[in-house]
Antibody
């Protein structure tokens, strides 16, 4: 069974940085596009970024563009999200998710999420 | 950006009820529409992809229909494990967007 496990969340002050990780297992990691999706408290789901299997292509939602960077390391079967200049509105549970196929933008497996709290 | 609007935002139902949730896109997404189930503290689960294709392993009481801008998720006979929040998501263009969710409760 595909497994995705996020880590790296925590409490950070406004303007601070945090790096999230997602450890993938039980599938050929480099074959799949991956995304980060978040859910703010009491709110719905918000897609924020995706990256191609090779890592050569990435895309960001406007709300995080210029502040967040998605990356991956196929040798470590890991996905990352570097978050800089964090704001209160970035407080959310962050999920990594696997694309169902090649760039289908359909998410067939998700992790259980890691909580990021931005507060002074 | 394509806006996705679900209705209702919440509903109360009983075990055995037929439940219908609708999702409307602000512009055509053809059949690039997915449905997810989300329970608190759990990973969201893909139920339906490409508007009407049932994901392998998902019970057949779940079905999806629609194309263009109007879509429906139907649960034919609600089971206790179906109480959750359901989201639609368009996979037609970036930024990928979700509906605001429909909470199905007792």
């Amino acid at each position: 069974q595909v497994q995705l496990v996020e880590s790296g969340g925590g409490l950070v002050k406004p303007g601070g940085s945090l790096r999230l990780s997602c450890a993938a297992s039980r599938f050929i990691f480099s074959d799949y596009y991956m995304s980060w999706i978040r859910q703010a408290p009491g709110k719905g789901l918000e897609w924020i970024s995706y990256i191609s299997g090779s890592g050569s292509t990435s895309y960001y939602a406007g709300s995080v563009k210029g502040r967040f960077t998605i990356s991956r390391d196929s040798a470590k079967n890991s996905l990352y999200l570097q978050m800089n200049d964090l704001r209160a509105e970035d407080t959310a549970v962050y999920y990594c998710a696997r694309d169902y196929g090649t760039n289908t933008w359909t998410f067939d497996y998700w992790g259980q999420g890691t909580l990021v709290t931005v507060s002074s | 950006d394509i806006q996705m609007t679900q209705s209702p935002s919440s509903l109360s139902a009983s075990v055995g009820d037929r439940v219908t949730i609708t999702c409307r896109a602000s512009q055509s997404v053809n059949s690039y529409l997915n449905w997810y189930q989300h329970k608190p503290g759990k990973a969201p689960k893909l139920l339906i992809y490409a508007a009407s294709s049932l994901r392998s392993g998902v019970p057949s009481r779940f079905s999806g229909s629609g194309s263009g801008t109007d879509f429906t998720l139907t649960i034919s006979s609600l089971q206790p494990e179906d109480f959750a929040t359901y989201y639609c998501q368009q996979s037609y263009s970036t930024p990928l967007t979700f509906g605001q969710g429909t909470k199905v409760e007792i």
